[in-house]
């Protein structure tokens, strides 16, 4: 490709880019195509020659875009967002550029030094503790991974890296309502998913300390080694807050390992009103949070912070003759900061999304998720139709269609083909979880450009549903 082939195609691109952004309401939320109905439309084998960009293309918006569920619609209330942004795509375009491989500092120097900048100002915005390191990882599930293998590595005095797992009984704790990636996590570090206590939870999902004192004083009496708790601040089921400052009392008590997964929620701290959430994290030695789900940053964007950096850099440190460079004494290498060698410049757009929006703006923003999210929630409770089914402190609303005359089993039933209706829609994402055995749906409020509108719409159509169908 030319130089001059690369402007027009680009040029030709970013106008697209726009023109989606505009229009984006116009496509279903949901991709409505069958499973294999996309392969079927790819060819089998790859090209012998090059074909021109203009092909390309065409065949980007024909046969790829009806593959694709818009995430950046904003009425995806499903999962939790991955939301984005235009300052975010801007640095996208320029980190693909660059096409820079930020392991060392060597290999870009402002990589490693903008990600320093940029966790700094993360701990400034968010309030967290002053002395904690941060850097940036794929996804919550490394960073819990990354915490748990730290602590591992640490509590056998350095040793298990060296001549593997010794200490055969290790265990971690967390709430039955937390992330599946805490079972992998426990796979993955040769722990063991049997060595993962699952502590009750209370009504409000979140969990039980008095619960995680007594499996901890049973696994002591039993012989086992307590090793971490991961708190959850905001579970993916129901968003629901552990007490984080009770949880650290018992960690500090026991001398474990805490690991806090916020992985939404985390956003949430740039809200002074949201802290209360954190009270108690100083205590604990590692945070992650998702700047990629509800801070406006595409993905990936993960952000890990950790109190205890010589713990992590032992873990992970491997210095191999040709990764050896005369500044790796005053600089920060972050090849030594979690599993993969290589990584992406992640930082630049974390960049530009805080100084484009800048913190107010940010926080206007988190603000609104939050009221549009009360606001929907007490539709929600007016409604004789509808009960609620968790609390709502963040910006996910748990709900299920309510019909007095059925069984469980029936109604639970019903809620599904509520769910699927709505779907297929196209008007609206929603996606659904399990509580207390009830089908439950949740309604997610953190798409970077929904408005008022959209949560009326989304009401209306669940409404015109409920009224127009055989539900009943
Ligand atoms: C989304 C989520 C994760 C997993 O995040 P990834 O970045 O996809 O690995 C972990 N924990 C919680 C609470 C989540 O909501």
């Keep these: 490709m030319t130089n001059e082939d690369f402007r027009k195609s680009a ?4 106008d697209w880019m726009a023109d989606y952004m505009e229009n984006i309401e116009s496509f279903p939320v949901k991709s409505q195509v069958k499973p294999g109905e996309i392969k079927s439309k790819l060819p089998n084998r790859p090209s012998q020659q090059g074909e021109d960009m203009d092909t390309i293309f065409n065949d980007f918006k024909k046969i790829i875009l009806p593959g694709i569920t818009h995430w950046q619609h904003p009425s995806f209330h499903a999962y939790f967002p991955g939301n984005s942004s235009k300052p975010s795509v801007l640095a996208e375009m320029l980190t693909a550029t660059l096409g820079v491989q930020a392991m060392i500092w060597n290999t870009s120097p402002a990589a490693a030094e903008l990600e320093e900048q940029v966790m700094e100002w993360f701990k400034t915005m968010m309030d967290l503790p002053k002395e904690w390191t941060g850097s940036i990882q794929n996804g919550a599930s490394d ?9 591992r590595e640490k509590i056998s005095g350095f040793t298990t890296n060296q001549v593997g797992i010794t200490h055969n009984k290790l265990r971690v704790y967390c709430s039955e309502q937390a992330h599946s990636s805490v079972d992998k996590a426990m796979a993955i570090a040769g722990l063991g998913k049997n060595n993962l206590v699952k502590i009750s939870v209370d009504n409000a999902f979140a969990l039980k300390e008095e619960a995680l004192e007594l499996a901890i004083q049973q696994d002591l009496e039993e012989g086992f080694t307590p090793l971490m708790v991961v708190a959850a601040i905001g579970t993916t089921g129901s968003t629901a807050i552990d007490p984080l400052e009770k949880i650290a009392k018992i960690t500090q008590k026991h001398n474990l390992w805490l690991h806090v997964d916020a992985a939404l929620a985390g956003t949430a701290l740039i809200l002074p009103e949201m802290r209360w ?14 700047p990629h789900k509800w801070m406006f940053t595409n993905f990936d964007a993960s952000v890990y912070f ?12 491997e210095s191999p003759e040709y ?11 972050y090849r030594d900061w979690g599993v993969p060698l290589g ?36 539709w929600i409770e007016k409604s ?44 609206a994402y929603l996606t659904h979880t399990k509580l207390n055995d009830w089908f439950t749906l949740r309604l997610v409020i953190g798409q970077t450009n929904v408005a008022e509108k959209h949560i009326n719409q989304v009401k209306a159509l669940i409404s015109n549903l409920i009224k127009n169908s055989n539900l009943n």
Aim: hydrophobic residues 40%.
């Design 277 to 290: 959430m954190a009270n108690g994290l100083s205590k604990g030695d590692s945070l992650v949070f998702n």
């Design 143 to 151: 960073a819990t991974l990354n915490a748990i293998l730290t602590a």
């Design 323 to 333: 990764l050896k460079t005369k500044e790796d004494n005053e600089v920060t290498n």
């Design 343 to 378: 990584r992406r410049f992640r930082a630049l757009k974390l960049w530009f999304v805080i100084r484009s929006f800048g913190v107010e703006k940010l926080q206007e923003k988190i603000r609104l998720h939050l009221e549009f999210s009360q606001d929907f929630k007490s």
């Design 384 to 427: 004789a139709q509808f009960r609620l089914m968790a609390p709502v402190d963040l910006n996910t609303i748990c709900f299920r269609y309510l019909n007095t005359n059925k069984t469980k089993e029936e109604i639970n039933l019903i809620n599904k083909q509520l769910l699927e209706q709505i779907n297929s829609s196209g008007k």
């Design 11 to 14: 040029h030709k691109m970013v």
């Design 306 to 317: 950790v109190k205890d950096k010589v713990a992590l850099i032992n873990t992970f440190s």
